[in-house]
């Protein structure tokens, strides 16, 4: 399993950003997808999750984030509104929620 995020950048507080995670490697549609983040010193934490019995979010993530997949495209992604300065970690893309595969991560910072 391959997870390439991307999408991460510097974005001043109440911005958005929107982020991918091409998949390869598995069968896509049969997956549970999510995002997970971490900030400095701090625990990887769920942000966010579909999968076919819906979609879930993080405390931190639920009014803000929108998490979608196309699985045409093999792709999840997470669109982030109304960003704070505390949303600014690595943000992780994950394939299976239980025994997760995890790509590289892409880096958000938010700026105050």
């Known amino acids: 399993v391959q997870l390439q995020a991307s999408g991460g950048g510097l974005v001043q507080a109440g911005g958005s950003l929107r982020l991918s995670c091409a998949a390869s490697g598995l069968t896509f549609s049969s997956y549970a997808m999510g995002w997970f983040r971490q900030a400095p010193g701090q625990e990887r934490e769920f942000v966010a999750a579909?999968?076919?019995?819906?979609?879930y979010y993080g405390d931190s993530a639920k009014g803000r984030f929108t998490i979608s997949r196309d699985n045409a495209k093999n792709t999840v992604y997470l669109q982030m509104n109304s960003l704070k300065p505390e949303d600014t970690a690595v943000y992780y893309c994950?394939?299976?929620?239980?025994?997760?595969?995890w790509g590289q991560g892409t880096l958000v910072t938010v700026s105050s």
């Open positions: 994950s394939a299976g929620l239980i025994v997760p595969s």
């Open positions: 579909i999968k076919w019995s819906g979609v």
